[in-house]
């Protein structure tokens, strides 16, 4: 094993970092595990038990819960390289994009571990460029909450949550899957926007304030399908607003934005779909709903790995807090319409014989809905404009609303003079 200085060095402070590390500390809180890092040129260790993390002596991959491979100059890019490539930002994305490295572990042991490998690879990226954009002037006072009833989607004593500011014409947004409306309170908080535009965004059944989706006392599993989530936006559009509104969702609440557009033509009056999806399988997990997952703790992890890099990090935690709060199943069930049933190439060919304008915005670094799988959807619709979103991740809006902000305010502008 031939000695590579430059990787040791880079390597052991990284691991010195994580030792050190509360965010760390807590997300391995009540586990004993090892991890296996290997390179042509070094082996590395690294455990947690009941006193926190420690470097160990090295040891065969075989004998850790998580061994992970890749030669010399790959762990170095990991480490070093900045700015960040897409494929490089985190433990999922390599996972998934990233051919230079090899993981094993048992699933259930790698599902444990998840928040412990993202925060990992977080921490290699510390120190790097940061994403920057002029802060928004935003007042929380803007936003206020309601509820309304909405019949069958929700149990008895389940009406719908949402929430509005501003004055004009109405823009209405979808949250992503497994999350809610908070998602957006930056943007219902943008006081330049609320000015010209009234803003709604609403919690579905079974997230945020909302409460619990129809048939939860009796035991029925959450599934949710394209025709009950479209049911459950017209009705928001036909009792809450009243009148044709933009729709701007993300990922799962962008594919709806499209079938909105495509079914429901007279109450849409433009789409703004952030990070469209063509089609997106595999991202259903049955470890997202198991009993033996503390899913607070693993379905943040699993959408971090979504997260643009130069995103600030508070941004970045709180985009992965909504989904800390999740009701179990929910998450997984939201799934079955996004990953399953979803089809962009069918409700894009619908788009395309109607005149609603779209916009379709996409993050450099989204690898559920990735900038090229959102190209093919925009190449089926005539009316539709596209841009990829540099420094951007799966949340646009959350993650870095102040990144986002120009995007969005470019698609309204645009929209304002489209509007029929």
């Given at each position: 094993m031939q000695d590579n200085k430059e990787l040791n060095a880079a390597v052991d402070a990284w691991l010195d970092d994580a030792v050190a590390d509360a965010v760390l500390a807590r997300a391995a809180t009540g586990l004993s595990a090892t991890l296996a890092l290997a390179a042509p040129s070094g082996r590395w260790r690294l455990a947690v038990g009941p006193h926190g993390w420690a470097v160990q002596p090295g040891a065969p991959a075989d004998a850790a819960d998580v061994a992970i491979e890749a030669d010399d100059l790959a762990w170095l890019q990991l480490l070093k390289a900045d700015p960040v490539e897409p494929g490089w930002q985190s433990f999922g994305a390599i996972i998934r994009q990233n051919e230079r490295f090899s993981v094993t572990g048992e699933p259930l042991r790698l599902a444990h571990l998840l928040p412990c490998l993202e925060r990992l690879v977080e921490l290699a990226h510390r120190g790097k460029r940061r994403a920057e954009a002029p802060a928004a002037a935003r007042d929380m006072a803007l936003?206020?909450?309601?509820?309304?009833?909405h019949g069958a989607g929700h149990s008895p004593v389940s009406p719908v949550y949402w929430e509005e500011s501003g004055a004009g014409a109405p823009i209405v947004m979808l949250h992503t899957a497994g999350a809610d409306s908070r998602q957006f309170r930056h943007q219902l908080s943008?006081?330049?926007v609320a000015?010209?535009?009234k803003m709604y965004a609403f919690d579905m059944p079974g997230h945020g304030r909302s409460g619990m989706p129809a048939g939860w006392?009796?035991?029925e599993a959450y599934l949710l399908t394209q025709q009950a989530y479209l049911d459950a936006c017209v009705q928001f559009l036909e009792q809450v607003v009243k009148a044709p509104a933009i729709v701007m969702g993300c990922s799962m609440g962008a594919a709806m934005s499209l079938v909105l557009g495509a079914r429901r033509p007279d109450l849409v009056a433009g789409v703004i779909a952030l990070e469209a999806p063509w089609r997106a399988p595999g991202r259903r997990s049955p470890l997202l709903a198991d009993a033996r997952v503390n899913a607070g703790?693993?379905?943040p992890?699993?959408?971090?790995?979504l997260l643009s890099p130069t995103s600030p990090q508070a941004y970045r935690d709180e985009a992965c807090w909504i989904y800390s709060q999740a009701g179990f199943g929910i998450y997984s069930g939201d799934l079955g319409f996004y990953s399953n049933e979803f089809d962009g190439e069918l409700v894009g060919r619908?788009?395309?014989r109607t005149d609603v304008p779209v916009y379709l915005l996409t993050g450099s670094y989204d690898y559920s809905a990735s900038p090229d799988n959102t190209r093919k959807l925009a190449a089926l619709v005539p009316q539709a404009e596209f841009h990829e979103m540099a420094?951007?991740?799966?949340?646009?809006?959350?993650?870095?609303?102040?990144?986002?902000?120009?995007?969005?305010?470019?698609?309204l502008a645009r929209l304002r003079g489209q509007m029929r």
């Open positions: 936003i206020q909450g309601r509820y309304t009833v943008d006081v330049e000015r010209d535009w006392s009796d035991g703790l693993h379905n992890s699993y959408v971090r790995a619908e788009l395309a420094d951007l991740g799966h949340f646009p809006m959350s993650e870095n609303p102040d990144g986002f902000r120009p995007y969005w305010l470019g698609a």
